[in-house]
């Protein structure tokens, strides 16, 4: 069974850094599309950070440019979405979701894993 667990979560405070963490079981991320998407309280569901597999092409939204890095271990089937200078509107639950595809998928609905999110809190 495909699933994807968050994790690396958590209360921190502006200009603290987190990783957070994908972990893929029943499936491997290398031939997938790999998003970070977040969700505010009363907000849509944003994408943040996706890696394409037709090119390895990876997309960071402007709000997180310049702070925010895609990586990931083939060989441990994780990704991971280091956070740096995080500021208080980053504030949000996290998910990483997946899909097999050729094109730049590019919202929420068109992603068909999804993991259960972790909460990121900056708040000094």
């Known amino acids: 069974q495909a699933q994807l667990v968050e994790s690396g979560g958590g209360l921190v405070q502006p200009g603290g850094s987190l990783r957070l963490s994908c972990t893929a079981s029943g499936f491997s991320l290398d031939y997938y599309n790999i998003g970070w998407f977040r969700q505010a309280p009363g907000k849509e569901r944003e994408r943040v950070s996706c890696?394409?597999?037709?090119?390895?092409?990876?997309y960071y939204a402007d709000s997180v440019k310049g702070r925010f890095t895609f990586s990931r271990d083939n060989a441990k089937n994780i990704v991971y979405l280091q956070m740096n200078s995080l500021k208080p509107e980053d504030t949000a639950v996290y998910y990483c979701a997946a899909r097999r595809g050729s094109y730049y998928y590019t919202k929420s609905h068109e992603y068909e894993y999804w993991g259960q999110g972790t909460q990121v809190t900056v708040s000094s």
């Open positions: 890696v394409y597999h037709s090119d390895n092409n990876i």
